[in-house]
């Protein structure tokens, strides 16, 4: 068994994986007759030759330490998750190594944060750590085989940084 230690979701360190989708900072805009900011264009959605789909995920929760073997990929578009709550969520990634995962890497979540995984990124499955564990999803909805899975052949642990 390996143990990896989950470390806060920044955009420096998630940067290499996807994109931290927050309201941080000034907006780029005021809008709504000034009642509302907006925070612009803050993922790189990229769905192939498919369409954005918006889907609703129920996860069931999990907690810390939090096992796994299974990582997972879509070649074929980006996917965003959007929590609909304020609740933390874990976020597992992995660089690609030739094809397969290389060595995952954990993130939790700060509240009000989502994520949008790049294409083609190894992750883990949607683990919320409280519920609800609702989501809002943003994918690829299109046509081919757009899910590669890989089983680690030595479980990984997550603990709490």
Avoid at 18 to 29: F, K, N, S, Y
Avoid at 70 to 94: D, K, Y
Wanted: aromatic content about 8%; hydrophobic content about 40%.
């Amino acid at each position: 068994m390996h143990v990896i230690a989950a470390e806060p979701l920044t955009e420096r360190a998630f940067g290499p994986f996807g994109d931290v989708l927050q309201a941080e900072g000034t907006p780029d805009r005021m809008i709504n007759a000034g009642l509302c900011g907006r925070y612009h264009d803050r993922a790189r959605l990229d769905f192939g030759d498919g369409r954005a789909g918006l889907s609703i995920f129920d996860a069931v929760p999990r907690q810390l330490p939090y096992g796994f073997d299974l990582v997972e990929r879509h070649p074929e578009g980006s996917q965003a998750f959007l929590p609909m709550s304020l609740q933390p969520f874990l976020v597992i990634v992995a660089p690609d190594a030739g094809g397969v995962p290389g060595r995952p890497r954990a993130f939790v979540t700060g509240p009000g944060q989502g994520i949008n995984l790049h294409r083609g990124t190894w992750h883990g499955v949607l683990t919320p750590l409280h519920a609800p564990g609702l989501f809002a999803v943003v994918d690829r909805i299109g046509p081919g085989d757009n899910l590669q899975e890989h089983r680690y052949e030595a479980p990984w642990t997550v603990v709490a940084d």
